[in-house]
């Protein structure tokens, strides 16, 4: 099965500086790498994806990157806010059966300091 | 659209009772749902696969007598947690995938808000 690694457990930044988050995978049969953001007590929620053809997505203030020999994709936020401090989920899907079944990373705890 | 509900919202209970908690999607049918839990401070684990009509994939190591879940609908699946202990404790979340996106291979997973069980 697939096991998806998450670094950092914990990251904190000053406000308008940079966050990376990166995950690693090990099935390379995996083809959907999707993030979420939870905010604590509150269901996760989808920020950005990517498809295992693609190798870079980007969406205002927030990319994602995936290379696809190495088995890893990275969350990329440019100038962050107070409000993007949450925890963020990695995670990978793998084709089993008739159906993708997804494994998370452990999340990360990104903490925005005004 | 794409909206999943779960209800409770939370549950308290005594030790060897019973609870069962429902998972809809509202506006889109779903084939597959997921049910996970979370422990706090944790990430999600994966428990089962709710697939409508068929029986439940369960993780290694889910006890599938203790974690009953039932995907009778397209619309709705229930996951009932049998004489409950306090271990048992925890956030379960329920997801979907909309049936129409599957069809694309639209992999986008749709999350409940998730129900907090605490068990006396």
């Known amino acids: 099965g697939e096991n998806v690694e998450q670094h950092p457990s914990t990251l904190s930044v000053q406000e308008g500086d940079s966050a990376v988050i990166k995950c690693t995978y090990s099935?390379?049969?995996?083809?959907?790498f999707p993030w979420y953001k939870q905010e604590l007590g509150k269901r996760p929620q989808l920020i950005i994806d990517?498809?295992?053809?693609?190798g870079e997505k980007k969406d205002q203030r927030i990319a994602v990157t995936l290379n696809k020999t190495a088995k890893h994709f990275s969350l990329h936020i440019t100038e962050t806010q107070p409000e993007d401090s949450a925890v963020y989920f990695c995670?990978?899907?793998?084709?089993?059966?008739?159906?993708?079944?997804?494994?998370f990373g452990r999340g990360t705890s990104l903490i925005v300091h005004p | 659209g794409a909206v999943v509900s779960q209800h409770p919202s939370w549950v308290i209970c005594k030790s060897g009772t019973s609870v069962k908690i429902e998972c809809r999607s509202l506006?889109?049918?779903?084939?597959?749902m997921f049910w996970y839990r979370q422990f706090p401070k944790q990430s999600l684990m994966l428990m089962a696969t709710?697939?409508?009509?068929?029986?439940?994939?369960?993780e290694q190591g889910v006890e599938k007598d203790k974690f009953l879940i039932n995907h009778a609908s397209l619309t709705l699946s229930t996951l009932t947690v049998t004489s409950a202990h306090p271990e048992d404790s925890s956030f379960y979340i329920c997801?979907?995938?909309?049936?129409?996106?599957?069809?694309?291979?639209?992999?986008?997973?749709?999350f409940g808000p998730g129900t907090r069980l605490t068990v006396l």
């Open positions: 506006d889109f049918q779903a084939t597959t």
């Open positions: 099935d390379s049969a995996s083809n959907y």
């Open positions: 990517i498809r295992s053809n693609v």
């Open positions: 997801s979907a995938r909309d049936l129409q996106r599957e069809v694309y291979t639209y992999n986008e997973q749709f």
């Open positions: 709710s697939n409508e009509g068929s029986k439940a994939t369960y």
């Open positions: 995670a990978a899907d793998e084709r089993s059966g008739g159906s993708y079944i997804p494994t």
